[in-house]
């Protein structure tokens, strides 16, 4: 899998041209403070400082001597993020430095969107990464971006992978090397072994494919505050007897974006060496059609003891995770936090740049909030809506993994989590997308991770750090 590509940044001491950044504001007195044939050569380009505006400035001996790029106007920049990124794929082979006046905050997205705007996902067709490296700003911690695009890119790496090549099996290939790769412990029970470990409904989803289900432990780090993350690990979901329409089904290799996502945020801590103890669980598992899987109405016994009636076999997720909750919940961390790529309905609610998530803790909400408006990972608190509980109880058993009705999709699925964590003083869960539909600046088309940047910022003020 890929690892961030440290070629992105150049040596502080290269030789590397001005790339300037001018908002739209103060476009014409930039121009005008400027040499003479550059004023010329901006002015024949029709530079405004429009938002994305791209102008390569001449040198003496005709080859560029820099480049001036659009920062709009404050509005148009609110309408997005990682703007800078947008440059990269268009800029000369060579190093380049930031010119303009940007805080520290503004100047660490901008390293961090240059070097996602570099990723490409390979596996299958080569492509060429821009060849344009940026001298980091001073100022900007080089491992922290670094760790973070590292994360983000294996994240990437591994929603982009067909289910054809990442089953279960390779999923776990990938959580091991990872755990290898700084250190860690891991443990993982597979098949039927589920059943005797105390796993029924990670073997329940997971029995219908020849793929083996199976439930993956790592921990890494032996001081500190305990911080344990949980990520749905559906390879495939056809729904179940409960069967997808083509449509629906067509993005669901991505329906294990809530392991890759916390797989990433893992490394990100690992490489820095935060001082915790980490520990990740995957279940994973592809949600196939056979003459044995779950059917509709069937009930099921978590690890937990609480019975679950299945009155959609396409509502997986949360099954898969109920065991992996109360696995992680025996424990009871300082910080529990779960992701997953669990309901449309979180979609409809905010779409898919925003990553929902539910926390009944005030201060680790709104760590949370802070952290994703600074790091350029948008994250959205919902309500673990209390009134709605009762939804979720279908009187035949004492949970129902999907409520008729529709209504509050997202929610009600965040109160069935929940059930399952009852030891953990503070826990969150994230109900994210983990695609990327249109290509926009450091985000090509296709998996994205959501949330865990905002989690990164996070922990040392909710842990104490």
Not at 235 to 260: N, V
Request: hydrophobic content about 50%; proline content about 7%; some cysteine.
């Amino acid at each position: 899998m890929t690892a961030a590509p440290s070629l992105a940044f150049a040596e502080p001491t290269a030789r590397s041209r001005p790339l300037h950044l001018v908002p739209q504001e103060t476009a014409a007195g930039f121009v005008e403070a400027r040499p003479a044939f550059e004023r010329a050569w901006m002015a024949a380009a029709g530079f405004t400082g429009r938002l994305g505006q791209l102008c390569l400035l001449p040198g003496p001996d005709g080859a560029p001597s820099g480049a001036v790029f659009g920062l709009g106007t404050e509005a148009a920049r609110k309408r997005g993020r990682f703007h800078v990124a947008g440059a990269v794929a268009d800029l000369p082979e060579g190093a380049w430095r930031l010119d303009g006046a940007l805080t520290t905050a503004a100047l660490e997205e901008a390293a961090l969107g240059w070097l996602l705007a570099t990723y490409r996902f390979g596996r299958y067709r080569s492509a060429e990464p821009p060849r344009a490296r940026l001298v980091l700003p001073a100022g900007v911690d080089a491992a922290r971006v670094l760790a973070m695009a590292g994360g983000e890119m294996l994240t990437r790496d591994l929603i982009n992978t067909p289910a054809s090549d990442l089953g279960p099996a390779e999923l776990e290939d990938a959580f091991v090397a990872l755990a290898e790769g700084f250190g860690a412990k891991t443990r993982v029970v597979r098949g039927d072994d589920l059943l005797a470990e105390g796993f029924p409904m990670v073997h329940a989803v997971g029995r219908a494919s020849p793929r083996a289900p199976r439930i993956m432990d790592m921990r890494w780090g032996d001081a500190g505050p305990r911080l344990t993350l949980v990520g749905k690990g559906v390879c495939f979901d056809t729904g179940g007897l409960d069967l997808k329409t083509a449509p629906l089904m067509g993005l669901m290799k991505k329906d294990m974006g809530g392991a890759a996502t916390v797989m990433g945020l893992a490394r990100m801590i690992m490489a820095l060496g935060l001082k915790l103890r980490l520990r990740v669980i995957v279940p994973a598992v592809e949600n196939a059609v056979a003459g044995n899987a779950m059917r509709p109405q069937d009930i099921l016994t978590s690890r937990k003891g609480l019975t679950v009636e299945v009155n959609n076999t396409d509502a997986e997720g949360r099954l898969i995770l109920a065991d992996a909750l109360a696995l992680a919940d025996e424990e009871r961390p300082d910080l529990l936090i779960s992701m997953a790529t669990l309901t449309g309905a979180a979609r409809v609610a905010v779409g898919p740049d925003l990553a929902p998530f539910y926390c009944d803790d005030d201060a680790v909400a709104g760590a949370l909030a802070a952290a994703g408006a600074a790091l350029a990972d948008p994250v959205w608190r919902m309500p673990f809506w209390e009134p709605y509980e009762a939804m979720i109880e279908p009187g035949i058993a004492d949970l129902d993994n999907a409520p008729s009705g529709g209504m509050a999709g997202s929610i009600t699925a965040a109160l069935f989590l929940r059930r399952f964590v009852t030891g953990t003083p503070r826990y969150a869960h994230f109900d994210i997308y983990g695609w990327q539909p249109a290509a926009a600046p450091a985000r090509p088309k296709g998996g994205v991770g959501q949330g865990a940047r905002a989690i990164l910022a996070a922990l040392p003020g909710v842990l104490g750090l």
